[in-house]
């Protein structure tokens, strides 16, 4: 079983513990809210404004030097693609710890729960299937003494829910992933500096001021389906819309369409791509502007637009071509090309830049509509379609400008994949059945009931 | 050379004549445009209400019993993929005659042009490269002697006008495209009985009732790409947006995924297909609907979204993966498939029917936020994209209900890719440079400088 070996990247760190402390000055607090210590924190990494973007998939730790204390659960947003987890570790130097982020195929549901699973060990070790019952169950009895527990949003929550249970043995906690997307928005726009930015060619990674007056805004979720979520106050938002030409049909498409097989590697032909050979621009069409309606001859004027012509021309002769009548249908006029021919005919460079200026364009186009309908200035991009990719932020900028003349603005995040994790990891509540809306005061009530210290602790101690 | 063997399906009508004849009871007059008598007009087809559309690409010629004069012109309208023709020809029994339409892939103009010629000579024979000058010239001159001309609009009107010019030797006047689709669409409106439906899978093919006061619309013209046309009144039209995510974009990407190489073709794949094999759809994320926002378990969440995914499964096991932590890269971690084996795992009908989906719903999404902003209730699509095709149809009509929650309507025309061909035929002018605006006076005075007979009127005599 390839289930006993460690994970390739799996970090260890040391196990979430009780959260007992008291606020103090720099605490985040929100109600229902576990206290994180966020006074100096920041993001580790060397990116600072104007140098190129972050490697896509590369998501930086957040540094807390100042919460010295544990927390007593681990997040996870499980989407259709993939599952993101945030989870608290311990700095071993004592200075404070930092927030962890990882993500997961959906696919590969089973790696996600091991890592949980040893997460709540403090060890490699996992529980494994033959191992005796009476022992599995001890330390399930023991996880839930300590306190031990899952927030879980997006679909997977709901649809994972039991495997998760049974796995793990402690309480998993779901929370409605709307709501998770913007508390953890709130939660990176207010409380983290560098976090949030905006995007062009021209100015790359501009970070943002944090504004005191967040509301509204749109939220634009771009994950293997786009969610658009006007958020009007703290837990006031609405689902306006959406689309389904999201990630999933990106990676899709080009999963059937290149030799890339991860999203990066996808990522990656796109920046080495042209899309001309593929698209049909204005250009093409009217061999000059369409300056009436104002129409650059540069402006593409059909994704793909060029494919079905260059796939069905006969190589060897343009003019030797039958004077069938067509209608669109070249099968009797011209030797018969196969998908096998036609896919030759185009560099899988040129296909992925196009797919994804057409994908990013949309959604672009989609979410200035939503914006202009609802009267909304500030547009944040999150999700894991993004990856800090360049050309991805730079395309959705541009549409946001394109279309709001300038009006609206697009904003992005360096954890733009973790939004609804975070805020699943802030929902967080006590075992005991706690109204989140008295949270400060019950927090301090409930705090008497639940153990000071957790397994992982005291196994520090004996080390 | 092939350009000798005549077209498949090309007919040899009566060569179009000058119209010299005096506004009559049910002429069909605008500003400038040619006089058409379409009192008595009607589709020649068995088309009826309820009955299964047309077979998509089949466009029916329309009579017009009572039209006993000629036309001097024809009239294309050249797209990024497809010219579409439309010109009048005499019925042999002198029962009036009717209007023809056709349509060539833009990437066969040299076929468009000699069927043009052919028009113009009521013969077969076109004018060959190999034909000695001064006969060419000759001929040339008396097509113009004739007044015979073209009206061309589209973007191939501008790139392929020299080509025309100097190929046909006659008038070759251009109009603006957007003018052209409005003015046709009119025309079909308020003029052709049994042209514009509604259509849903429950009720297909229901023939509106023609409205005399059909201002404001919007006009959603699907070809390669796709434009949208708010219309406030005759002559007053903007373009308010549009989208790259077209036909060309359906027919491309088909090009490459699928063996099919017609249009037609592709859109008889997706009736066989089914979406859900490819789609993601709520359901398969949630395991159940996601009822606190109202979306419906069988709601597509991403279209293409089960793709990546099962291009990489390792067919012969799915429990023997490995741990490791992937951020969407399976190279290193089950056996690598190429495009070839991924490809294998998906039926070119459920990718057709996929992607007919997804780009049907975008546009009548994109569609219906144009409307609501510009506060239109009728939005008529047009366009070559439709061809009649009843998923196409039921998609876009699905989606403007769905999203105007009934408040807006959907209409489609049998003769959707024509609009443009049509209109600039009727926006025709006589040769010397006759201002539109006195289009009915001057056109009594400029009469008696025409000839009244053309060449095919003679012939016909001769015959």
Redesign the interface.
């Known amino acids: 079983m390839?289930?006993r070996?460690?994970?390739?990247?799996?970090a260890v760190p040391s196990l979430p513990n009780i959260n007992t402390s008291r606020p103090r000055a720099g605490t985040f607090e929100r109600p229902g809210s576990v206290r994180i210590n966020v006074q100096g924190a920041f993001i580790v990494d060397d990116d600072t404004p104007g140098s190129p973007p972050r490697q896509h998939?590369d998501t930086k730790d957040i540094r807390l030097p100042y919460h010295k204390t544990q927390v007593s659960h681990i997040a996870v947003d499980i989407?259709?693609?993939?599952a993101k987890l945030v989870y608290f570790s311990r700095d071993p130097n004592g200075n404070g710890g930092k927030l962890n982020f990882?993500?997961?195929?959906?696919?590969?549901i089973?790696?996600l729960i091991?890592?949980m699973d040893r997460l709540m060990n403090g060890s490699e070790s996992v529980l494994l299937p033959e191992q005796d019952e009476s022992t599995k169950e001890e330390i399930k009895r023991k996880r839930r003494r300590d306190g031990l527990h899952v927030m879980a949003t997006?679909?997977?929550a709901?649809?994972f829910y039991d495997k998760l249970k049974d796995r793990l043995g402690v309480e998993i906690y779901r929370e409605?992933?709307?709501e998770c997307l913007i508390v953890g928005l709130d939660f990176f726009v207010t409380e983290i500096p560098e976090e949030v930015f905006t995007y062009s060619e021209a100015d790359p990674m501009q970070f943002a001021e944090s504004r005191a007056a967040i509301y509204p805004y749109l939220l634009v979720n771009i994950?293997?389906?786009v969610s658009m979520i006007k958020v009007s106050g703290p837990q006031q938002f609405e689902?306006i819309?959406g689309?389904?030409?999201?990630?999933?049909?990106l990676?899709?498409?080009l999963?059937?369409?290149?030799?890339a097989?991860?999203?990066?590697?996808m990522l990656g032909m796109a920046e080495h791509g042209d899309n001309t050979a593929?698209?049909?621009l204005?250009g093409?069409?009217?061999?000059?502007d369409?300056g009436?309606?104002g129409l650059k001859s540069t402006t593409?004027?059909?994704?793909?637009?060029?494919?079905?012509?260059k796939?069905?021309?006969d190589p060897n002769s343009i003019?030797?071509?039958?004077?069938?009548?067509?209608?669109?249908?070249?099968?009797?006029s011209i030797p018969?090309?196969?998908?096998v021919d036609?896919?030759k005919r185009?560099r899988q460079e040129d296909?992925s830049r196009s797919l994804l200026y057409?994908i990013s364009?949309?959604i672009g186009?989609?979410a200035y509509?939503?914006a202009?309908?609802h009267n909304l200035e500030h547009i944040y991009f999150g999700g894991s379609f993004i990856r800090g990719h360049h050309q991805t932020m730079n395309t959705l900028s541009y549409a946001i400008k394109f279309w709001s003349k300038g009006t609206k603005k697009a904003y992005f995040l360096r954890h733009e994949g973790y939004l609804g994790s975070v805020g699943a990891f802030l929902r967080t509540q006590p075992m005991r059945g706690w109204g989140r809306r008295y949270s400060t005061g019950e927090a301090d009530r409930e705090a008497g009931f639940r153990p000071t210290m957790g397994k992982g602790e005291k196994k520090k101690e004996a080390a």
Chains 1, 2 share one sequence.
């Open positions: 390839s289930k070996q460690p994970p390739a990247t799996a998939s989407g259709g693609s993939l990882k993500n997961f195929e959906t696919e590969r089973n790696d091991d890592f997006g679909g997977g709901h649809k409605d992933e709307m994950g293997s389906g689902r819309g689309s389904s030409l999201g990630g999933g049909t990676w899709g498409l999963s059937l369409l290149t030799e097989s991860s999203f990066d590697e593929v698209d049909m204005v093409d069409i009217y061999g000059t369409y009436r309606i593409i004027a059909s994704s793909f637009g060029k494919v079905f012509k796939s069905h021309e003019a030797n071509k039958s004077n069938a009548v067509t209608d669109g249908n070249t099968s009797e018969p090309t196969t998908a036609r896919r185009f296909i057409a364009n949309n186009q989609i509509l939503q202009q309908h």
